[in-house]
């Protein structure tokens, strides 16, 4: 890869990296309580696994787009794009679980008596919402930077084929 | 890519098409009823909109690779690759949705006030516990795939940086 072809991937980079760590920021930061039948109830990311899960993601992710941003792009970017790969696994693994989760605690599920408890913990639903489209953010930007590098090393393909 | 490396790909995408086949199949079938305080429970795959995702992925990953299998790999490829990726996703997508949300039934949430529903409903959670092994496994083979494709596109990679 050239320099014109590497700016645009740092600048991509730069963007997941601002946004993985936006959505950690927000969501460790997501308490709120309320009393129910007169007993007190804490709503913390960390009262859930997959929460946990999409909070260790983005901050491994944040970690590896700002190491990736010195790795030199003429010696290492078939690790870089292996890992690239496996990262945008783990973001769209991590978000799509977490929203799977955050759509029950928003309407709940009759059907097995789970209640929404967004009514009751409007401020902890509100970051969660907001950790989840910093999250959507990183995912996409993941999936550009993912098909803009695989299309400058196919365009050095040579067909033998 | 010549045939040699083809084949494997094709034996790899056979398997992910009986696994998500397997999948839909195990998930579909998926119900169960119980009698709780005097009301009858029902649980179906189709209660829950994460489930009913799950489905769906496993559906068009299916007919992809069924259809994938006839696409002719000297012209084609390049295509394919991103189609790989964009169906990698979505199983993994998918596949992690239906576990956040497995986890639920099974363990519940304390703090939500979510009690778990396979101890009133064993048949409809062994059979979605089927479905997400079957799932896990389509993820695996797709993202063995995908590397072994990358891997011999990369290495048709003339250096010129």
Known sequence: MNKAQWI???VLRVIAMVATFVATLVMVTSHDSAKV???TFQAKYNNSPTLKYFVIVSIITTVYSLAALFIPPKKLWRPVLVFDLIVTSFLISSFSAAVGVG?????????AGWLPICGQVPKFCNHVSGALIAGFVAVIIYFILLLYSLNNVLNLVVFKV
């Open 8 to 10: 645009p991937i740092l």
């Open 37 to 39: 039948l007169g007993m």
């Open 103 to 111: 759509q029950l605690g928003k309407e709940g599920n009759s059907h």
